[in-house]
């Protein structure tokens, strides 16, 4: 097997590992930086990204709201400590990234525009129309490729992390064009991999968001942290779950049931103020959560519209107006049109609940350090945790500049500070170890399960047990049934035994890191018996800080589900309260 050598592999090239790789190369011009991609870098999912990216801007606005509003925003769940360095640091990484070309939108005035988000109660979200990620992704990788110490290997895939004298020191990636494993041996590794909503069926979530880094550091010891934290965005298309960016509401899209009543009166967030008025009470400008909660509600009374599609609320936008919605919602108006036939300038666009974001990921502590020495996360890998229970939209692409920028300085400093002599026999043999899996499932024969197959059934299992709202019998049952899963996967057979660009194996490797994470999300869910953020059960209503004011930990075990640990939330100023959405937003 060939080895590759370098001072710091990176594992993604989205936003996160963008940025990380762009930090390294100008902290330090000698460190050798490998950027490993299973896809082209532009086609990581935070180019789909829309709505845009939050950072105090304004002089009505102050570093102080945007904490409030995030850690309120994540029912206390964030750490603290995390959310100041990120809202301290969001502005520095806006302006960076408009000094390295990023076509921010403009106020007429030509300062920086911003626009109301879910759950922030100042206008702070910077935005590029609704194409935000695209021009953010367009910029980091422009930007990087100005660093010949940057090695990009694109359409490489990453099987596992290599560890050795307790410290990870590069992984195993295949080659997909040609089939062939290589090791990336490396001082350190960052892993930016995102996240992991393909384990549900209906989400906006690209093909290519697997779980696939979380569930590599999961089985090299580090924990998954606050994994039952799944973030249903409340509009997605009914059809293809493809996302209407909650832009829509921050630009004055509202949402009505079957009787046209805006609902979200009737559910804690604001009374209703007349459709159009630039100031809105906070209404559809609520959390993620809490409007997705609501939906579920509406639904049960009857009062949402049936569709071919299931159930929908109305989104309206039509007051706002062709030229409105050309000039910020162009991709909505674009997606509505083609994907469901709908123009939001003449009609309302029926949308529904979509899983969008995970909270929890790979266990970081606020420098993108894992417990593991020489592995480093960030970005919707990653949990900081910034997010908490409920993250609200436009801080993940802050969180993937801020903490993407804080992994490599941290990777730099650890490779600084010095790292002992590799045993290169030991790594060759950890290395081929991991082939040796590979071709073990490559070559089996006589196999009874099929991937597709296994994955249907994940997949109905998390949509039926681990949604919106959750009880701890379905979670018994999911937790039963990918058990069953995880030792069926032994028996699935690959039909493509060809080298070349080879799905079949990939599908494989990536419904195998799926499973690993649905177990994690449903057993840490099993067990934290309280409702908080976007963790609601049905038999445990209430928060319950006197028990969970913590992050859960689960820990990989190779045979039987996993093991559940609890660690303090980090708590500096701001003790649990009440979140309330029914004032004004400005
Ligand atoms: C439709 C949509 C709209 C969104 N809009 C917003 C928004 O407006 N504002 C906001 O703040 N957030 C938004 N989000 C969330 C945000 O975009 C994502 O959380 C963020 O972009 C994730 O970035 P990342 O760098 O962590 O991962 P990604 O951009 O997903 O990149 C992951 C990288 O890891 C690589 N990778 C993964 N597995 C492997 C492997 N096994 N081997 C090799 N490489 C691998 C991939 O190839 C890719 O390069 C949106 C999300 C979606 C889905």
């Given at each position: 097997?060939?080895?590759?050598?370098t001072d710091?592999?990176?594992?993604?090239?989205?936003?996160?590992?963008?940025r990380?790789?762009?930090?390294?190369?100008?902290?330090?011009?000698?460190l050798?930086?490998?950027?490993i991609?299973?896809?082209?870098?532009m086609?990581?999912?935070?180019?789909?990204?829309?709505g845009?990216?939050?950072?105090?801007?304004?002089?009505?606005?102050?570093?102080?709201?945007?904490?409030?509003?995030?850690?309120?925003?994540?029912?206390?769940l964030?750490?603290q400590?995390?959310?100041?360095?990120?809202?301290?640091?969001?502005?520095?990484?806006?302006?960076?990234?408009?000094?390295?070309?990023?076509?921010?939108?403009?106020?007429?005035?030509g300062?920086?525009?911003v626009?109301?988000?879910g759950?922030?109660?100042?206008?702070?979200?910077?935005?590029?129309?609704?194409?935000?990620?695209?021009?953010?992704?367009?910029?980091?990788?422009?930007t990087?490729?100005?660093?010949?110490?940057?090695?990009r290997?694109?359409?490489?895939?990453?099987?596992?992390?290599?560890?050795?004298?307790?410290?990870?020191?590069?992984?195993?990636?295949?080659?997909?064009?040609?089939?062939?494993?290589?090791?990336?041996?490396?001082?350190?590794?960052?892993?930016?991999?995102?996240?992991?909503?393909?384990m549900?069926?209906?989400t906006?979530?690209?093909?290519?968001?697997?779980?696939?880094g979380?569930?590599?550091?999961?089985?090299?010891?580090?924990?998954?942290?606050?994994?039952?934290?799944v973030?249903?965005?409340?509009?997605?298309?009914?059809?293809?779950?493809?996302?209407?960016?909650?832009?829509c509401?921050?630009?004055?899209g509202i949402?009505?049931?079957?009787?046209?009543?805006?609902f979200?009166?009737?559910?804690?967030?604001?009374p209703?103020t007349?459709?159009g008025?630039?100031?809105?009470k906070t209404?559809?400008?609520?959390?993620?959560d809490?409007?997705?909660?609501?939906?579920?509600?509406?639904?049960?009374?009857?009062?949402?519209?049936?569709?071919?599609?299931?159930?929908?609320m109305?989104?309206?936008?039509?007051?706002?107006?062709?030229?409105?919605?050309?000039?910020?919602?162009?991709?909505?108006r674009?997606?509505?049109?083609?994907?469901?036939?709908?123009?939001?300038?003449?009609?309302p666009?029926?949308?529904r609940?979509?899983?969008?974001?995970?909270?929890g990921?790979?266990?970081?502590?606020?420098?993108a350090?894992?417990?593991?020495?020489g592995?480093?996360?960030?970005?919707?890998?990653?949990?900081?945790?910034?997010?908490?229970?409920?993250?609200l939209?436009?801080?993940?692409?802050?969180?993937?500049?801020?903490?993407?920028?804080r992994?490599a300085?941290?990777?730099?400093?650890?490779l600084g500070a010095?790292?002992?002599?590799?045993?290169d026999?030991?790594?060759a043999?950890?290395a081929?170890?991991?082939q040796?899996?590979?071709?073990?499932l490559?070559?089996?024969?006589?196999?009874?399960?099929?991937?597709?197959g296994?994955?249907?059934?994940m997949?109905?299992t998390?949509?039926?047990?681990?949604?919106?709202y959750?009880?701890?019998?379905?979670?018994?049952?999911?937790?039963?049934?990918?058990?069953d899963?995880?030792?069926?996967?032994?028996?699935?057979?690959?039909?493509?035994?060809?080298?070349?660009?080879?799905?079949?194996?990939?599908?494989?490797?990536?419904?195998?890191?799926?499973?690993?994470?649905?177990?994690a999300?449903?057993?840490?869910?099993?067990a934290?018996?309280?409702?908080r953020?976007?963790?609601?059960r049905?038999?445990?209503?209430?928060?319950?800080?006197?028990?969970f004011?913590?992050?859960t930990?689960?820990?990989?075990?190779?045979?039987?589900?996993?093991?559940?640990?609890?660690?303090?939330?980090?708590?500096?100023?701001s003790?649990?309260?009440?979140?309330?959405?029914?004032?004004?937003q400005?």
């Amino acid at each position: 097997m060939e080895t590759i050598r370098t001072d710091v592999a990176i594992l993604g090239a989205g936003g996160a590992g963008l940025r990380a790789a762009i930090a390294l190369a100008e902290a330090n011009p000698g460190l050798r930086i490998a950027l490993i991609s299973k896809v082209y870098p532009m086609r990581s999912h935070t180019c789909a990204a829309e709505g845009g990216a939050a950072g105090v801007i304004k002089s009505d606005d102050s570093l102080e709201h945007h904490f409030n509003d995030t850690v309120g925003g994540g029912d206390w769940l964030c750490d603290q400590d995390a959310v100041d360095y990120l809202v301290q640091e969001a502005p520095k990484e806006l302006i960076q990234l408009e000094h390295w070309g990023c076509p921010w939108s403009r106020e007429l005035d030509g300062s920086v525009a911003v626009r109301p988000f879910g759950g922030m109660k100042k206008q702070r979200t910077w935005f590029a129309a609704d194409k935000s990620g695209f021009h953010i992704l367009h910029t980091l990788f422009q930007t990087s490729l100005q660093f010949p110490s940057i090695q990009r290997y694109d359409e490489y895939y990453a099987t596992d992390l290599i560890v050795d004298d307790g410290r990870c020191q590069g992984f195993t990636a295949i080659e997909m064009r040609s089939g062939q494993m290589k090791f990336f041996q490396a001082g350190a590794v960052i892993v930016a991999s995102g996240g992991a909503g393909r384990m549900f069926p209906f989400t906006t979530n690209g093909a290519i968001k697997t779980g696939d880094g979380m569930a590599l550091a999961y089985r090299a010891g580090v924990p998954l942290k606050d994994m039952e934290f799944v973030q249903y965005h409340p509009t997605g298309l009914p059809n293809t779950g493809t996302l209407l960016t909650e832009a829509c509401r921050g630009e004055g899209g509202i949402l009505l049931n079957k009787s046209g009543r805006r609902f979200l009166q009737d559910y804690g967030m604001g009374p209703e103020t007349p459709v159009g008025k630039p100031v809105l009470k906070t209404m559809e400008l609520g959390p993620r959560d809490r409007v997705s909660q609501a939906f579920w509600h509406e639904q049960k009374k009857g009062n949402m519209v049936s569709t071919r599609w299931g159930d929908c609320m109305l989104l309206d936008m039509r007051h706002l107006g062709e030229k409105k919605i050309n000039e910020r919602l162009p991709l909505v108006r674009d997606m509505a049109v083609s994907y469901l036939g709908v123009d939001p300038v003449t009609d309302p666009v029926p949308v529904r609940p979509v899983v969008h974001y995970m909270m929890g990921g790979i266990d970081t502590d606020i420098s993108a350090a894992t417990p593991l020495p020489g592995l480093f996360a960030a970005g919707e890998c990653a949990c900081v945790s910034i997010n908490g229970a409920n993250r609200l939209g436009s801080n993940s692409l802050t969180e993937l500049l801020v903490f993407g920028r804080r992994a490599a300085l941290s990777a730099a400093a650890y490779l600084g500070a010095g790292v002992g002599a590799a045993n290169d026999a030991a790594l060759a043999a950890r290395a081929t170890e991991a082939q040796a899996r590979l071709r073990e499932l490559f070559e089996r024969t006589g196999g009874t399960e099929t991937i597709a197959g296994l994955r249907k059934e994940m997949m109905a299992t998390m949509e039926e047990h681990a949604g919106i709202y959750r009880s701890g019998e379905g979670l018994k049952q999911a937790c039963a049934t990918l058990a069953d899963l995880r030792r069926r996967y032994a028996a699935i057979e690959l039909h493509d035994k060809t080298n070349v660009y080879n799905t079949d194996l990939l599908q494989a490797l990536e419904l195998g890191a799926m499973l690993d994470c649905a177990e994690a999300v449903t057993v840490s869910a099993l067990a934290r018996t309280e409702s908080r953020g976007a963790h609601q059960r049905l038999d445990f209503t209430a928060r319950d800080d006197a028990k969970f004011l913590r992050h859960t930990l689960a820990l990989y075990r190779p045979e039987g589900a996993p093991a559940i640990d609890y660690r303090d939330v980090v708590i500096t100023r701001s003790p649990p309260g009440v979140r309330d959405y029914s004032g004004e937003q400005k």
